[in-house]
């Protein structure tokens, strides 16, 4: 009824929700009880849970507090002193008085965060860590936070030095726990710090947080979301002065959850610039063991460029062989290397940074500036022949491929490879489609835009054998070769059976054409 609920309310309002939760697996809870005053009396408490209760006076000749709690027979398990241990230890380890079991003093830490930082030393964390995260292992960097405005809490949260995640199969629980004076109240909370913060853990106490909250209510605390706004605004500030002033130790700190921003880039619109700001690439201007932030990108770019330009692989050093880098190389334009699939995500949510657009320095529609087509017109003007020579090779190159490419076109961006194969509209990257056809084994690649380099040795010796005799069968193996070697660079191939007689075939004539 209306009337035993408010009873059961008015009970929890002045027992606490620890003490009424007792009922759960009590029958019956006795309370025996004196004050610590001369002259007081004894008394005797007794409920069985319900909306009554009784107080009588009892006999007892010295003050304190003496529980007894009768459990039902289901819940005989909390008679065993390792069940009784192990509550103790989880919910009480922090308190700052001593608790025994069955004379057995229970281990327990000092509540660091709930001392001024002045009187800590970084041993103080060390020691606190290990013993909250069960750990041999000192924490990466840490974060003490202590607030009274707008909401009043106190925070020591800590980076680990290695994560136990592994992608696709396991993901580790969040590790920050909420407690209420010291008191825990949400062990792991889901809903203090978003979820691609999982891997920090620690501790946030707050004495504006009722004792008796419920996962429901924490969701909608107003004073729980000032909180987390609060430490979001302290973590993105620790990271970002860590990158920027300790690269050596934010470098390890990326190496090991760097996912998790990149994960945050899909899932956190609101502090979506702020992640970005922690993400770091390699790039075709640094060493393999070197990284490069997007701001340090945008600074150092060329004052007539526009865009953040990307390429995708997974290995650097293949990256930077690509083709697709010859005209940035000469034009001095740096190009960020996404070697994993998340990077490419990442960027896809992202868009833009700082005012400027990413994109993909394979894509067909990649104009940096005039200058090829400048040295083009002037070549094109002292031989006109060959401008016509290279446009029917084209159109033979069109038709010796069909559907196999979506176009053969003249490049704008080679300097000295003979071809290349570049994205079409706005899909995927040969790396991301990689991907989906490793779950979808119906998946088709796109097709891909062909480009030739007019001014490559073997490109102008296909256009003369061309000139000569276009239905040449050395020709067609060389132009049926030629695509598929980007195929096989790409790691698309899907014919092999018929690349390695024709290469064989290539090679003989070759032989053969030896004079020596």
């Not at 990108?297 to 083709?323: H, R, S």
């Not at 083009?376 to 491929?401: A, C, P, S």
């Not at 598929?484 to 003989?508: A, F, H, S, T, Y």
């Amino acid at each position: 009824t209306k009337s035993e609920e408010k009873d059961q309310m008015d009970m929890i309002g002045k027992f606490g929700v620890g003490f009424y939760s007792s009922f759960m697996v009590a029958r019956e809870i006795h309370i025996h009880t004196r004050s610590y005053r001369k002259s007081s009396k004894g008394y005797l408490w007794k409920s069985k849970g319900g909306a009554e209760y009784t107080i009588e006076e009892l006999s007892k000749d010295t003050r304190g507090t003496r529980i007894e709690v009768l459990l039902k027979k289901e819940e005989s398990e909390y008679l065993e002193k390792y069940r009784v241990k192990h509550i103790i230890s989880r919910h009480s380890k922090f308190v700052p008085f001593p608790l025994y079991l069955e004379g057995e003093k229970i281990d327990n830490k000092e509540a660091i965060w709930t001392q001024p930082k002045s009187s800590l030393k970084e041993q103080d964390y060390n020691e606190f860590f290990k013993f909250f995260d069960n750990t041999p292992d000192n924490p990466e960097s840490y974060l003490h936070l202590s607030s009274d405005a707008p909401v009043q809490f106190n925070s020591v949260l800590f980076v680990p030095r290695a994560s136990h995640e592994m992608p696709g199969i396991f993901k580790s629980e969040p590790g920050v726990d909420l407690y209420c004076k010291k008191v825990l109240i949400q062990k792991g909370s889901r809903d203090i710090l978003p979820e691609y913060f999982r891997f920090i853990k620690g501790v946030i106490d707050s004495e504006d947080i009722p004792l008796n909250i419920s996962r429901e209510t924490i969701q909608n605390n107003l004073m729980i979301d000032k909180i987390r706004k609060h430490i979001l605004k302290k973590l993105f500030d620790h990271f970002t002065e860590s990158k920027d002033k300790e690269r050596e130790k934010y470098l390890k700190i990326w190496k090991n959850f760097g996912k998790h921003f990149k994960e945050g880039l899909t899932q956190d619109f609101e502090n979506r610039e702020k992640l970005a700001g922690l993400l770091l690439f390699h790039s075709s201007r640094k060493t393999k063991d070197e990284y490069i932030d997007l701001k340090e990108y945008v600074n150092g770019m060329g004052e007539n460029q526009e865009y953040i330009y990307y390429i995708t692989g997974f290995d650097i050093d293949m990256l930077a062989k690509n083709p697709a880098l010859e005209a940035f190389k000469k034009k001095d334009i740096e190009v960020l290397f996404l070697t994993e699939p998340l990077d490419e995500i990442a960027v896809d949510h992202l868009r833009e940074f700082d005012g400027k657009q990413f994109k993909m320095a394979e894509s067909a529609d990649i104009q940096l500036d005039d200058e090829k087509e400048n040295e083009n017109k002037e070549k094109k003007e002292e031989n006109e022949q060959y401008k016509k020579d290279v446009d029917n090779f084209v159109g033979y190159l069109k038709t010796i491929y069909g559907d196999k490419v979506a176009e053969v076109k003249v490049s704008k961006r080679l300097v000295d490879s003979p071809c290349i194969l570049v994205r079409s509209g706005d899909g995927p990257s040969i790396q991301m489609e990689k991907i989906i056809k490793m779950t979808n084994q119906d998946y088709n690649f796109a097709q891909k835009v062909f480009e030739i380099n007019p001014d490559n040795a073997l490109i102008k010796e296909m256009v003369r054998i061309h000139t000569l005799k276009a239905d040449a069968s050395e020709l067609k193996n060389m132009a049926l070769q030629l695509l598929d070697n980007m195929m096989i660079r790409e790691g698309i191939i899907d014919n092999i059976d018929e690349v390695v007689p024709r290469i064989q075939d290539i090679m003989l004539n070759a032989a053969r054409s030896f004079q020596g």
